[in-house]
């Protein structure tokens, strides 16, 4: 069974701290990707990373950093939160060898409030 | 630019029923994949179902098939027999080049006992 596994659930954090979002997978993928969830919006993509070291802006990546330093994890980075940023975290990973499966494997998600 | 539409913020069947749910989408591309992907409240999100667009026929798993009408943009899935553990938030996506999902807006799916 494909596992990815986030740090939190809920975290509330006040403006202007610096998060991290910690996100692990065990399949040994080498993508992995970080989404924003809000209500009417759906998911979208903060950032993407195809490899170690390797990172991608997504459609809305202002105010959010990454890194990937190990295959099996990838952090999402608020610098200096806002309360703008308040929403659902998802991780999720796929991999690059099954050309015709593409499938993204979630992780639970993380909750994030700034007040 | 790729985009997914669900109309449909909210949808309500009754127990044992069939529901369609509708998805609509833009791409310049020949060759990708769609998806239907079922959250759960407070559980992680899973795949339901996948179509590849040069397949003409339509993906089925199970209870869960899907209407693909590539003129159209258009690809709805259909839950027969429903029932109460089907209740999620269902999002369609398509595949956006080298492995990037876009997503729609979601419909919420309520399961009347």
């Known amino acids: 069974d494909v596992k990815v596994t986030q740090s939190s659930r809920y975290l509330v954090k006040r403006t202007g701290e610096k998060v991290f979002l910690e996100c692990v997978q065990d399949m040994d993928h080498e993508n992995m990707f970080w989404y924003r969830q809000d209500p009417g919006l759906g998911l979208r993509l903060i950032y993407f990373?195809?490899?170690?070291?390797?990172?991608e802006k997504g459609d809305i990546p202002e105010g959010y950093s990454v890194s990937r330093e190990k295959k099996e994890r990838f952090s999402l980075i608020l610098e200096s939160a806002s309360t703008n940023q308040t929403s659902m975290y998802l991780c999720?990973?796929?991999?690059?060898?099954?050309?015709?499966?593409?499938?993204?494997?979630f992780g639970p998600g993380t909750r994030l409030t700034v007040t | 630019a790729q985009t997914v539409t669900q109309s449909q913020p909210e949808m309500s069947v009754q127990e044992a029923e069939t529901v369609t749910l509708s998805c609509t989408y833009d791409?310049?591309?020949?060759?990708?994949?769609l998806f239907w992907y079922k959250q759960p409240p407070s559980r992680q999100m899973i795949l339901v179902i996948r179509?590849?667009?040069?397949?003409?026929q339509n993906a089925t798993e199970n209870r869960f098939s899907v209407n693909f009408q590539k003129a159209a943009k258009s690809f709805s899935l259909k839950i027969s027999d429903s029932q109460l553990g089907d209740a999620a938030m269902y999002f369609c996506?398509?595949?956006?080049?080298?492995?990037?999902?876009?997503f729609g807006q979601g419909t919420r799916l309520t399961i009347n006992p």
């Open positions: 990373s195809y490899d170690v070291k390797m990172k």
């Open positions: 179509q590849e667009a040069y397949k003409q």
């Open positions: 999720a990973s796929s991999s690059s060898q099954s050309w015709t499966s593409y499938e993204q494997y």
């Open positions: 791409t310049s591309e020949s060759d990708y994949y």
């Open positions: 996506a398509l595949i956006q080049g080298a492995q990037k999902l876009v």
